[in-house]
C-alpha cells in the first residue's frame, strides 16, 4: 500500500519568514496530494491541493509543488503569521474511491 | 454551506462496550470516510462508503463497523471497546471519494477507561 513521509516534524520560523515541508510517496500510481492544516481542538482543514497532471499550485501565501519523477511533493507558506502556527498534514490518493494515506504531521510554530 | 458535523463530541465509556458514533456530511456530499487519529498513530483510515455501499477499508480489526443511510449520514460503530480505542475519530465527506476534496468533521473524542 501507500507510504508517505513528512519532514520535518517539528519547525518554528520567525513571523515573516518562509516555511517548507516535505513529504515523499510510495506509490506511482497516487494522483491527488491534498495538504491539511490542523488546529487544537479541530478536525484538520483542507488548505489546498494538487493532482498529478500539474507541477504546481499557487494560492495567495500558501504554494504546493509536485516532483512525480522524485515521488514528493512540498508545501511553502510564504511570510507566515502567527496564526499559521499548527499541525500540517500532507497525504496522498491513487484513486477517487480509494484511501487517503497521511504524513505523521508537521508542528508549524509562528514566533513573533 | 453547512460544514461536516460530528455527535456526539466527546464520549467516555468502559472497557467492553460498545459506542456508536454519527457524521452528517456536507449537502450533496455522497462519499464519507472514517479516519482514527492517534498520537502515536497519527491520522489512519478506516472505511469509506459511498452511496450506502461501503469501498473500502483500513486494516482495523472487526470490531469497527460502519454504515452509510440514504441521506448520506453515516454511523460507525466500535465493539468491545478495549483501552487502545481511546482516539480523535474523524469524519470527512466528499462530493465523489477520497480522490476529490474532502472536508473534516470536528470530530468524537473517544476515550475509554
Known amino acids: 500500500g501507500e507510504n508517505v513521509e513528512q519532514h520535518p516534524s517539528t519547525l518554528s520560523v520567525q513571523e515573516g519568514d518562509s516555511a517548507v515541508i516535505k513529504c515523499t510517496y510510495s506509490d506511482s500510481a497516487s494522483n491527488y496530494f491534498p495538504w491539511y492544516k490542523q488546529e487544537l481542538g479541530k478536525g484538520p482543514q483542507l488548505i489546498i491541493d494538487i493532482r498529478s497532471n500539474v507541477g504546481e499550485k499557487k494560492d495567495q501565501r500558501i504554494a504546493v509543488t509536485l516532483n512525480k519523477t522524485a515521488k514528493h511533493f512540498s508545501l511553502h507558506i510564504t511570510e507566515t503569521q502567527p496564526e499559521d502556527s499548527a499541525v500540517y498534514f500532507c497525504a496522498a490518493c491513487p484513486g477517487t474511491a480509494s484511501k487517503l494515506t497521511f504524513g505523521t504531521g508537521t508542528r508549524l510554530q509562528v514566533t513573533l | 454551506k453547512a460544514g461536516v458535523t460530528q455527535t456526539p463530541r466527546y464520549l467516555i465509556k468502559t472497557r467492553g462496550q460498545q459506542v456508536t458514533l454519527s457524521c452528517s456530511p456536507i449537502?450533496?456530499?455522497?462519499?464519507v470516510s472514517w479516519y482514527q487519529q492517534t498520537p502515536g498513530q497519527g491520522l489512519q483510515f478506516l472505511f469509506e462508503y459511498f452511496s450506502e455501499t461501503q469501498r473500502n477499508k483500513g486494516n482495523f480489526p472487526g470490531r469497527f463497523s460502519g454504515r452509510q443511510f440514504s441521506n448520506s449520514r453515516s454511523e460507525m460503530n466500535v465493539s468491545t471497546l478495549e483501552l487502545g480505542d481511546s482516539a480523535l475519530y474523524l469524519c470527512?465527506?466528499?462530493?465523489?471519494?477520497?480522490?476529490?476534496?474532502?472536508?473534516f468533521g470536528p470530530g468524537t473524542r473517544l476515550t475509554v477507561t
Open positions: 449537502s450533496g456530499h455522497r462519499s
Open positions: 470527512a465527506s466528499s462530493l465523489a471519494g477520497p480522490g476529490y476534496e474532502q472536508y
